[in-house]
């Protein structure tokens, strides 16, 4: 058992958006990073303070909670197969259309009820700020060593937590592959990790500049656990959620 995997459950625990309190939280924490923080979308349409779409009617959200302060300081959405018509395209599909279909990527051999959008990816600066300063965080960097937290030091640790929500909830609902599209300093950092997602196509402009992804499950997996056993403990805890695949897939192109 790692120093990372032991200091990330010492602070912090992924919790299942699976109540309503716990989806409103889920839906103020979106709020405050798309409306308040980022501008992403208009502060004045969601007037109850909770950024909500159409796609959340069948999504599940998983949100990281600070252990000492009690407060939640990011969540993440997987958005599933539309349970009216499992054809119905993905948000990702939609904003990157013309980049997904000029990248030769094949979905067809996948059955669409295994494929979900990874969305939402949320980390509050704020939040994360008061949860980090009430509970008086200390945390272990990549060398090994450990430090008082600040938002250089608490980013990985959410962020990882969040990453191990994704996987939670695939594992749940029977999913195999994502699509994403991700900030590149996203893509950067996942990859520290051992996290590999296949770039599809060109970067967009999509709130900025963002790269269409796609992965295997099973092979992102066995590369964190070749590459970062200890984020592999994380993520999967110890496998339990999802076991080492013996046989991972690779990504599909045509």
Not at 54 to 80: F, I, P
Not at 173 to 196: C, D, K, N
Not at 213 to 224: E, K, P, Q, T, Y
Request: hydrophobic residues 40%; aromatic residues 10%; contains cysteine.
């Amino acid at each position: 058992m790692s120093e990372l995997y032991n200091k990330f459950h010492e602070h912090f625990e992924v919790v299942s958006a699976d109540t309503v309190g716990l989806m409103e939280k889920a839906f103020r924490i979106r709020y405050q990073v798309y409306c308040v923080e980022k501008s992403y979308e208009t502060a004045e349409a969601y007037p109850d303070g909770m950024e909500i779409d159409e796609y959340d009617m069948h999504s599940t959200h998983s949100l990281v909670k600070c252990q000492r302060s009690g407060d939640y300081a990011g969540l993440v959405r997987l958005v599933l197969p539309n349970p009216v018509d499992v054809n119905t395209p993905l948000p990702v599909e939609k904003v990157c259309h013309s980049a997904l279909q000029n990248s030769g990527l094949n979905l067809s051999s996948i059955p669409r009820e295994r494929i979900a959008e990874i969305s939402r990816f949320s980390i509050s600066k704020e939040l994360k700020r008061q949860a980090v300063r009430k509970a008086s965080v200390s945390l272990v960097r990549d060398s090994g060593k450990q430090v008082k937290a600040g938002d250089s030091e608490i980013m990985p640790h959410i962020t990882l937590g969040l990453f191990a929500g994704v996987v939670r909830m695939s594992a749940q609902h029977h999913i195999t592959h994502w699509l994403a599209v991700m900030e590149p300093t996203l893509f950067r950092f996942l990859s520290r990790y051992g996290i590999y997602f296949q770039k599809v196509g060109p970067v967009v402009e999509y709130r900025g500049r963002r790269q269409p992804a796609f992965a295997n499950i099973d092979s992102v997996l066995s590369g964190i656990h070749a590459k970062r056993k200890d984020a592999w403990e994380i993520i999967t805890d110890f496998g339990n959620v999802w076991p080492l695949s013996r046989g991972a897939k690779h990504f599909v192109f045509s």
